[in-house]
């Protein structure tokens, strides 16, 4: 069965990302536990998607989040802005000042070097995002009214809490895998690397070593084949293939089902890497950009 989008012109926005956007801070080439410096910018798995879409592509994005109304929170809305994403759907919270009640996510996230890995420290317990529910978004008017030709939104997500799960399937129709096989029925374009397959969805990929380090393209094309006899609402699956060499240097490729067939990118060996962290987010940006466009 063929993906059916609607044309740009009956609608006001190209793509909309639901998801919470943590602030990021990178000490660079060091270490969280003992750099005295940060770099700071957004991040998010959903929101970077809108973003790729929109700097890269430019297509018309927004995002559907929410932030505490103080210093953090504006800070990331200024981030959100300078990235060309639409802003009018982020929901304020109230600041009590210390954020018992509710607060903005931080990702501390270190780059990696040579041998040492990539490393993320979220810090998102109690986020403002976590405590969306449904009912906070007008997806009537959001995909009715104004009307939206793609929405995306992922896993991480829908597992902040109970509520973010309701939001998510609220969304999407008008506790881990449970959630997120309930979510993928309704789903019809899923992007995800070997782990969102296993650990979020339960299959399992035939030959695949415990650290899921090094899996044959067969295999996965495989598993996939069981994900979309699982789930006959998938028009499209696709992931990212990497083998780590070094934190700079990848093996990377990408396959994608479609229609009944699958589909190979062009594979480059030891790609060099300024920082991985969201390469998948922006291979699914370019994945959108691919059915949005041709």
Not at 73 to 102: A, C, H, P, S
Request: aromatic share 10%; glycine share 12%; hydrophobic share 40%.
């Amino acid at each position: 069965m063929s993906l059916i989008i609607k044309p740009a012109k009956n609608c006001a926005f190209d793509q909309v990302s639901l998801g919470e956007i943590m602030l990021r801070l990178d000490p660079g080439e060091g270490r969280v536990r003992t750099t005295r410096e940060f770099k700071v910018w957004e991040g998010g798995g959903e929101y970077n998607v809108a973003r790729g879409l929109r700097k890269c592509f430019g297509l018309r994005t927004s995002v559907c989040t929410a932030f505490v109304d103080n210093e953090v929170g504006r800070l990331l809305e200024d981030f959100v802005m300078q990235g060309g994403v639409n802003t009018d759907y982020i929901k304020w919270r109230e600041d009590d000042g210390i954020g018992r009640t509710v607060r903005n996510g931080l990702n501390f996230t270190e780059r990696g070097f040579g041998i040492r890995g990539a490393v993320g420290v979220p810090d998102r317990g109690n986020t403002a995002a976590s405590q969306l529910k449904p009912g906070d978004f007008d997806w009537e008017h959001l995909f009715g009214t104004l009307g939206v030709r793609w929405l995306h939104t992922g896993g991480i997500f829908a597992a902040l809490s109970e509520s973010t799960a309701q939001v998510t399937i609220e969304a999407v129709i008008k506790k881990a895998q449970e959630v997120n096989r309930e979510i993928a029925q309704y789903v019809d374009v899923m992007i995800g690397n070997e782990e969102d397959f296993t650990a979020s969805l339960g299959f399992e990929v035939k030959g695949a070593d415990h650290s899921l380090s090094h899996i044959e393209t067969q295999a996965f094309k495989d598993m996939i084949g069981e994900a979309v006899k699982q789930f006959p609402n998938f028009k499209v699956a696709a992931t990212t293939l990497r083998r780590v060499i070094t934190a700079t240097k990848n093996d990377w490729s990408a396959i994608c089902w479609h229609d009944g067939k699958f589909y190979d990118s062009i594979s480059f060996p030891g790609l060099e890497i300024l920082d991985r962290v969201g390469g998948g987010d922006s291979f699914a940006s370019g994945l959108v950009f691919g059915f949005l466009e041709y």
